[in-house]
């Protein structure tokens, strides 16, 4: 049996993750583009077109939130949101 | 009258959300209604304390950048929010930080506020969601 770290499977997850970004933003003929991706122990384990059916599926895969990730993937993480200082 | 409504917090316009996950019990937290903090089609409706989005079962969804009251890197959890009044029941994105504004536990960006209509509908004592 192999035992991955929770880090190593947060580490490919997230890597995983800007690629699929990455390609969906960079082309829009991409499996991934306008879809909401869901990846669990660095494989993706659903494209979806909402965030709740993505979140549904990884429950079914992977119980353990902390092993899974999920993304819009056209979405731009990159960009600074400025917020105000409100008090 | 609104479907939901809240009085104001220290003459500053809040709302009630519901986390609900597999801890078991609901919590209820009161966000401030901030227009101003980001723009309708950013990547997240709204910012929590981190520990919250852990402890309410979020799934990450990668890092935003944020400036002015906060600055650099933050992530991003898939959360289960419910607005009972209003049976607004969905996971939304959520930006965990670990700093929020005193008084209140977190923010309502302008792109969870706009999925509604909102204001005061005629009672200045009042914020209101319908």
Redesign the interface.
């Known amino acids: 049996m192999i035992v991955v770290s929770n880090n190593a499977v947060?580490s490919a997850?997230?890597l995983l993750?800007r690629q699929i970004?990455q390609e969906a933003r960079q082309n829009p003929d991409s499996p991934y583009a306008g879809k909401f991706v869901g990846l669990a122990n660095g494989q993706v384990v659903a494209v979806r077109d909402s965030?709740?059916a993505v979140?549904e599926r990884?429950g079914q895969v992977e119980p353990d939130?902390?092993k899974?990730?999920?993304?819009?993937a056209s979405?731009?993480?990159?960009?600074?949101?400025?917020?105000?200082?409100?008090? | 009258m609104p479907a939901a409504q809240w009085l104001l917090h220290?003459d500053?316009p809040v709302i009630e959300i519901v986390l609900s996950g597999s801890v078991g019990q609901d919590l209820v937290r009161s966000v401030?209604a901030?227009t101003?903090?980001?723009?309708r089609r950013?990547?997240?409706p709204l910012?929590l304390d981190e520990n919250d989005c852990l402890r309410y079962?979020?799934?990450?969804?990668?890092?935003?950048?944020?400036?002015?009251?906060?600055t650099g890197s933050f992530p991003?959890y898939?959360m289960?929010i419910r607005i009972p009044q209003l049976n607004f029941d969905?996971?939304?994105?959520v930006v965990g930080v670990s700093w929020i504004?005193?008084?209140?536990d977190g923010?309502a960006?302008l792109k969870f506020l706009s999925r509604f209509h909102y204001g005061n509908f005629g009672h200045p004592d009042y914020f209101g969601l319908e």
């Open positions: 947060v997850n997230e993750a970004n965030l709740r979140l990884l939130p902390s899974c990730f999920c993304l819009d979405a731009d993480y990159d960009r600074v949101v400025e917020i105000r200082r409100v008090v | 220290n500053r401030i901030d101003g903090a980001g723009a950013e990547v997240f910012i079962g979020g799934t990450l969804m990668g890092h935003v950048q944020l400036g002015g009251a906060y991003v898939a289960n969905e996971p939304v994105p504004p005193p008084g209140f923010i960006a």
